[in-house]
């Protein structure tokens, strides 16, 4: 197992229903790959250092994760194709974590 983190920009538009929705979607799909959701830090709304999409602020989740390497790409096809994400980025904190539990 690895250890990831994935950047969210949510759309200034979501209500907290429906931003817990997306949320709860990605980390079902992290669960059913085989990984462990760890942290799902919500750093609230913030302004953008320009426009995307016309949008001046945007609403930002950090989650980290443990996962093998095959499920940042499904996870990332889920991403891709949710309505109201306006970018991601995944990074690899770590290369071996040793998972318990999962």
């Known amino acids: 197992m690895r250890k990831f983190e994935t950047m969210l920009l949510l759309s200034p538009e979501f209500s907290g229903e ?9 980390t079902g799909v992290i ?12 750093w609230g709304m913030r302004d953008l250092a320009y426009p995307i999409k016309k949008q001046t602020r945007g609403y930002y989740v950090r989650l980290e994760y443990l996962a093998p390497g095959q499920l ?3 996870l990332e096809r889920n991403i891709r194709i949710t309505e109201g994400i306006f970018r991601f980025m995944t990074v690899q904190l770590e290369k071996e974590v040793e998972a ?3």
């Open 18 to 26: 429906q931003r817990e929705s997306v949320l709860g979607a990605l």
């Open 72 to 74: 940042v790409a499904e």
């Open 100 to 102: 318990e539990n999962v």
């Open 31 to 42: 669960e059913r790959e085989g990984g462990k959701l760890e942290v799902a830090d919500h």
